[in-house]
């Protein structure tokens, strides 16, 4: 036992349910420890106790590790000023989240028993009853663990219904500005994509000399036009494909395809375009690969801006079209003997609006939206859209989407 600045410790080690407690006692004046400490001797129980006045009770509310407070109330001392033990606990109110508190009285009285255990004190037991002191410090002590628990899950729950009504508060923005999406993309529709389709529909008329011949001049510039016109039809409709996802306004259809059939369709559309840069196009289909799940039009889409790009970033050698199958997907996987990605500009390429800077880029026209628009499709068809390529050696982007289920 020791004596430092009013502060008596003593440790009890003995076989206990009550094992490795460390309690502090607050002691109001004229009140006695013995009994107290008796009982849980008694008990057997293991615990170490240091007593302070209730008088310096703040010099220890920055530091309290104890497992309980036992207040070792004084009834008589405290009548004259006041009969409730509550007007001398405001100290505990700043901590009673945190410690358990006990309280060790005289007779109160109904009401006043019925105001402290309504204010959450932990524990009550009467003086001339603290036979029960271990069992009271016992249940109270699974009843704290409880209370903090109970409080824990509240407070998870809470920030799980907050969560949720914050999404719902960013839903009803989104739903909100989803009418005025909607009508700007329909505006964009009807006053720029319809009037570049007639533009090109007349581009193309002269072209074919329908109404005349030109000169080489003339032609040279008709070219021009529907090269230019095509270019930003292709624009307007990336973007308004991508609205229409951004939006959640996208809704796939999915089929049951032939993956050959599709594939083929798709590497006729840049077939001309091969051919003119004298490229190889191949298309390897594994044995065991028959049909898919997807939208077709969509698919097709993709795999076309895949390809595009694959014969567009290549001079020479060739573009290749794999299909293999990986668990419960297929992998389109389009592969190029191109100027290859650097790892730079890999991060760059399935952001909207954003092109490589290089010499092919310079000399082919982009609208830096079509493998954005791509991979959100792919992502909606419940896949995705990879790269792996090495700079100057060529590139291979792969698709992956669901095979149709088998019997």
Known sequence: MSNLFGLILQSH?????????NLLIVNDEGTKVEGIVKALDKANADFTYCIISVN?????????TYDAILYNYS???????????????????????????????????DEIAIECIQAGITGYVLRHKLYKLPIIIEKSLASFAQKQKQESQLAIIQHQQ????????????QEQANPATQEFISHLNHELRSPIAAILGFARMLKEEIYGSLNDKQMQYIQAMATTGEHALDLINDYLDLAKVNADKEELEPEKLAVEDICRASLAIVAEKARQKRLKLNLDIDREVDFCLADKLRLQQILVNLLSNAVKFTQEGSVTLR???QGQNLQFSVIDTGIGISEANQKKLFQPFQQIKNSACREEKGTGLGLALSRKLAILHGGDIVLTSTEGKGSCFTLYIPCFPKN
Do not use: A, F, H, M
């Not at 969560?163 to 719902?168: A, D, G, M, S, W």
């Open 56 to 64: 310096d009770i703040s010099l220890y509310l920055s530091d309290l």
């Open 75 to 109: 009834l008589l001392n405290s009548y004259q000023s006041s009969p409730l033990p509550l007007d001398k606990l405001r100290w505990w109110q700043k901590i009673k989240k945190t410690v358990p508190l006990i309280l060790i009285t005289d007779v109160l009285g």
């Open 323 to 325: 299909i293999t199958p």
């Open 13 to 21: 080690q003995k076989q206990s349910k009550l094992s490795n407690l």
């Open 162 to 173: 907050e969560y949720i009504k914050q999404l719902e508060r960013e839903k009803q923005e």
